[in-house]
């Protein structure tokens, strides 16, 4: 992206922040409803420290590490990239034929539809938790752990922006596909909190090489408290699951051009 592009990038998010901050009270519900959002994790958080020693052969404070690193990396997705998860109400009111017709990115022109005012919730929630987990954490935290730690929150982001661009990608030949985003919503928030070995083989196996869900929080946290071996995969595997993220999101942007390309409106 060029610079002339950034200051633009940079022009429409300011602009789309000071719409959003003109209605003040609808502003701090916003924020106070991406925070109410989070409830099942501060929940989940709240009974795994207070009744059980730990979780799967997990310490409870490595067990928090997971929905830490997973609720910050859905934080910045929805901070940055998350819009893909409205890319099909969009396209269901045309707005794309009229993003064909600009001078910029449709991609692009998704991401600065409107300022995600909720994500500063999210990311309150997610910071919170994070300095939650890293005080418990018994581990020592050199600069190899928190560069990977860093890793593997941006690999988590990317991770989740790839699955919601494949339904965006989905959506714009199949319309109906956009329901798929909540379903896959519902299954990250659902299953996103907890070390893949308590629950049943199939399950654990679906969450892994159908929906990759295991590759935003549970592999990396495996990684930094010790647990890679014992995952069920491969340690490089498990290991490499920022390098996947990076990966799976350079491919559904690639899905996302070519599906455009066959875009043929929402009227046909």
């Known amino acids: 992206m060029s610079l002339k592009a950034l200051r633009i990038v940079w022009r429409v998010t300011a602009l789309n922040f ?17 925070a109410i959002w989070q409830v099942s994790v501060i929940v989940f958080a709240t009974v795994l420290l207070s009744r059980f020693a730990g979780m799967g052969g997990w310490d409870s404070s490595d067990v928090l590490l997971i929905p830490a690193t997973r609720m910050l990396a859905h934080g910045l997705f929805v901070l940055f990239l ?4 409205w890319a099909g109400r969009q396209i269901q009111e045309g707005r794309i034929d009229i993003y064909l017709m600009r001078p910029m990115p449709v991609h692009r022109q998704v991401q600065l539809a409107f300022f995600p005012t909720n994500a500063i919730g999210d990311l309150t929630v997610a910071a919170g ?3 939650g987990a890293l005080s418990r954490s018994d581990l020592d935290w050199t600069s190899g752990r928190i560069s990977y730690l860093v890793a593997a929150v941006i ?6 922006a790839a699955l919601f661009t494949v339904v965006a990608s989905a959506s714009l030949r199949f319309p109906a596909a956009d329901m798929w985003g909540r379903w896959l919503e519902e ?30 929080a549970y592999f990396p946290a ?7 071996h014992s995952t069920g995969v491969p340690y ?21 051009r070519w599906s455009l390309r066959h875009y043929s409106g929402i009227n046909g």
């Open 18 to 34: 000071r719409a959003q901050m003109e209605y003040r009270t609808e502003f701090l519900l916003m924020i106070a409803i991406g």
């Open 82 to 85: 998350g819009r893909m998860h």
């Open 129 to 131: 938790l994070m300095a």
């Open 155 to 160: 690999g988590g982001m990317l991770l989740e």
């Open 187 to 216: 299954l990250l928030g659902t299953f996103g909190s907890y070390p893949l070995n308590v629950l049943p083989r199939a399950v654990g196996g679906f969450l892994t090489y159908g929906l990759p869900l295991a590759f935003v």
């Open 222 to 228: 495996a990684v930094l408290t010790g647990h890679g």
């Open 236 to 256: 490089w595997v498990a290991a490499a699951s920022p390098l996947l993220g990076l990966l799976a999101y350079l491919a559904a942007r690639m899905l996302w």
